[in-house]
T-cell receptor, first 114, second 111 residues
Framework: DGGITQSPKYLFRKEGQNVTLSCEQN?????MYWYRQDPGQGLRLIYY???????QKGDIAEGYSVSREKKESFPLTVTSAQKNPTAFYLC?????????????FGPGTRLTVL | AQSVTQLGSHVSVSEGALVLLRCNYS??????LFWYVQYPNQGLQLLLK??????LVKGINGFEAEFKKSETSFHLTKPSAHMSDAAEYFC?????????FGPGTSLSVIP
């Protein structure tokens, strides 16, 4: 079955540590996205990538970094510079190109900083 | 700039009653509009979308939405609520290269 997988489902981190969230898709989609979700704030875009080896900052990129070395993978690193990283993180993908079609979402990773 | 507003962060309906979730948007390009549903601790699932053509769009689970350009609205409806409809609902509008989501409406269904 085609879809998007995110791992781990739950992640705990100590303050000052970097942590990487995994996102893999087998939908053959060009575009991939990372969102952060906080209670009552909806989804906020962190980074997105329309094509391999290229990505753009979203609305809240500070304290995060990404890479897009393969079409299927778009890992997100939450760095120690992110002041309030505890949140639910969602990865998504879409066909991409100039037209944005619907996005397909992974199940999410809940990150808690201890 | 594109934006999405959803009136009512929380809506409660009785089981069997009409569901109406409101969405208004602003867009400088012809809008593509989406409704997504999110169940607790899960990702988002597409309910329906409007791109072009018929303004009344039917989606999964008995939901539908109507695109009204004059009102810049895309309200989501379902004639009869079911307990399984309790979830968070997000309206979204596409820009040139990404999608902007509204803040979400939490739907509760009262037995």
């Amino acid at each position: 079955d085609g879809g998007i997988t995110q791992s781990p489902k739950y992640l705990f981190r100590k303050e000052g540590q970097n942590v990487t969230l995994s996102c893999e898709q087998n939908l053959n989609h060009d575009a991939m996205y990372w969102y952060r979700q906080d209670p009552g704030q909806g989804l906020r875009l962190i980074y997105y990538s329309q094509i391999v080896n290229d990505f753009q900052k979203g609305d809240i990129a500070e304290g995060y970094s990404v890479s897009r070395e393969k079409k299927e993978s778009f890992p997100l690193t939450v760095t120690s510079a992110q002041k309030n990283p505890t949140a639910f993180y969602l990865c998504a993908s879409s066909i991409g190109g100039l037209e944005v079609y619907e996005q397909f979402f992974g199940p999410g990773t809940r990150l808690t900083v201890l | 700039a594109q934006s999405v507003t959803q009136l009512g962060s929380h809506v409660s309906v009785s089981e069997g009653a009409l569901v109406l979730l409101r969405c208004n948007y602003s867009s400088s390009v012809p809008p593509y509009l989406f409704w997504y549903v999110q169940y607790p601790n899960q990702g988002l699932q597409l309910l329906l979308k409007y791109t072009t053509g018929a303004t009344l769009v039917k989606g999964i689970n008995g939901f539908e939405a109507e695109f009204k350009k004059s009102e810049t609205s895309f309200h989501l409806t379902k004639p009869s609520a079911h307990m399984s409809d309790a979830a968070e609902y997000f309206c979204a509008v596409r820009t040139h290269d990404k999608v902007i989501f509204g803040p979400g409406t939490s739907l509760s269904v009262i037995p």
